[in-house]
């Protein structure tokens, strides 16, 4: 049953990260009351009192649903839930870090055989960008959504 359940949040950790482009420490910031799951946005707090709204795709809330359903709203260890708890949480039943993304990263291109630098969330948060201006996004829309100050094209332009 944990395997079941830390396959299903692991899951439900990539496609979001896939999905919005976020940074590892804000999928691990993300409480219950930041996700709104009938209209599929993600609401990421910001230094102060911005928030940034990412929209999840089908597959990436699928996932995400799948995952608080069966395992995180339901029998989960702890009684009554709030939005103010943590929508990730590890084994322990204790809200994930960084470092815990980062050896869940390290597992997967171990299984997969992927002995190449720089495989991990910032990979797929370059993804996203890349695909937001492949299908014609807009740069400065696209700064806003990363929750970025400065310009990520000549990060972009190495890939």
């Given at each position: 049953?944990?395997?079941?359940?830390?396959?299903?949040?692991?899951?439900?950790?990539?496609?979001?990260?896939?999905?919005?482009?976020?940074?590892?420490?804000?999928?691990?910031?993300?409480?219950?009351?930041?996700?709104?799951?009938?209209?599929?946005?993600?609401?990421?707090?910001?230094?102060?009192?911005?928030?940034?709204?990412?929209?999840?795709?089908?597959?990436?809330?699928?996932?995400?649903?799948?995952?608080?359903?069966?395992?995180?709203?339901?029998?989960?260890?702890g009684g009554e839930r709030t939005d103010e708890d943590?929508?990730?949480?590890?084994?322990?039943?204790?809200?994930?870090?960084?470092?815990?993304?980062?050896?869940?990263?390290?597992?997967?291109?171990?299984?997969?055989?992927?002995?190449?630098?720089?495989?991990?969330?910032?990979?797929?948060?370059?993804?996203?960008?890349?695909?937001?201006?492949?299908?014609?996004?807009?740069?400065?829309?696209?700064?806003?959504?990363?929750?970025?100050?400065?310009?990520?094209?000549?990060?972009?332009?190495?890939?």
């Open positions: 049953m944990l395997a079941e359940q830390a396959t299903a949040r692991n899951r439900a950790i990539l496609w979001v990260l896939f999905d919005t482009g976020m940074r590892a420490t804000e999928i691990c910031a993300l409480r219950l009351g930041d996700v709104d799951l009938e209209q599929g946005i993600v609401s990421v707090q910001e230094k102060g009192a911005t928030v940034r709204r990412l929209t999840l795709g089908h597959e990436g809330l699928r996932h995400l649903l799948a995952y608080l359903d069966n395992y995180r709203l339901g029998a989960a260890v943590s929508l990730f949480l590890s084994e322990a039943d204790r809200p994930l870090t960084k470092s815990r993304i980062t050896l869940l990263f390290d597992r997967l291109k171990q299984r997969a055989g992927i002995t190449r630098k720089g495989v991990g969330p910032a990979l797929l948060r370059e993804s996203f960008a890349m695909r937001y201006l492949q299908t014609g996004g807009d740069l400065d829309a696209l700064w806003e959504l990363l929750g970025q100050k400065e310009s990520l094209l000549p990060q972009l332009c190495h890939l």
